[in-house]
């Protein structure tokens, strides 16, 4: 059953329905479109493949070049690519990485985007886009980036390893924890993230107890979406900053990172705003609510310490200066010695202070 989502952002279409190859090909010609570029990785060409293979006539080609960050030489060949075969319109099965290409194609272009999320990290929901140039990552909010059409299929989230959906719903809550204390929340937005939060700490447990439950998977696929809706929305903070940081400058995975960040960038900020993060204490027990998403995250299996990312203990001071050179909204006032002991207990997996 077709289940279209009412959308926070106007002119998103958004569909929660199991067995997406049934409604492709209606929605690549509801948007007009004739000749679709399908994106992937190389890793799910295997999906991208299937998904040309059901647009039959209306596939243009396949490009399964795409990589973390949004490397701009990887933009630039998709381009060629897309004007080669004369794309009219943008497919994306994948994760973050995936649908950074098509946004990143669809703000050169203009061609309008169907997204098919696999992970949770949310960036269907969002208009903005990371890119990575000469080593430096850089981030622009534009409307052409925003997809057009989001196509949530549980079956396409149900191949996600376990350490991976843990890591990544970890990554979602992030953009719905910090949406709490944004500084230009809403009564609406602060609703979304709570119900994206809900939706995790239900559904989680019960993805994990059984991966192929496609109705949990499909609680845990709204969840994604109210959580990269938000992100979309208001302004990240302190979590954000961090991540990017150690994401960029010392290439630790996105959602990994994100996972053993969060409780401490969380429990840092509960200082100043314990009584806007008292949603997560609420669902998930406790009364600091970045030791209660600590020890919801070592309850998962999720990966606790940076040190077994391959962060080096003496890159900390570093990590530590990058993240407060520039100043930027959050709740707790941002110190460098600070950080530098948050970044410590992320490092050794110490619960935050
Ligand atoms: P990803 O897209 O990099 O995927 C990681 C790996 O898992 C890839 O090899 C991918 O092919 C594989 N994979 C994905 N889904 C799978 C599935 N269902 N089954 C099997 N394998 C699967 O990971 P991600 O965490 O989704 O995305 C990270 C990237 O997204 C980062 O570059 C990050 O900056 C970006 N991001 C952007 C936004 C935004 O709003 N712009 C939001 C969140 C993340």
Known sequence: ?????????????????AGVKDILVAETQRLGAKNALVLSTPQQSDAALEMAETLGELAAGVFCQAAMHTPVTVTEAA???AKEVAADCIISIGGG????????????????????????????ATPILGQTENGIKTTLSHPEVLPEVILYDPERVATLPVAMTVTSALNAMAHA???????DRTEKTVHLAIDGLKAFVGGLPRVLAAPTDLAARAETQRGAWACGTVLGQVGMALHHKLCHTLGGSFDLPHAETHAIVLPHAIAYNARAAATELLPICDLLGGENAGRALYDFAQKLGAPLALRDLGLKEEDLDRAAELATTKPYPNPQPVTRDDIRALLQAAWAGTPPA
């Open 1 to 17: 059953m077709t289940q279209e989502a009412e959308t926070a952002t106007d002119g998103v279409r958004v569909v929660f329905q």
């Open 97 to 124: 990485s995936t649908i950074g290409l098509g946004k990143a194609i669809a703000y050169r272009t203009g061609l309008p985007q169907i997204v098919i999320p696999t992970t949770y990290a949310g960036s269907e």
């Open 177 to 183: 924890a910090e949406a709490l204390y944004a500084r």
């Open 79 to 81: 381009m060629a690519h």
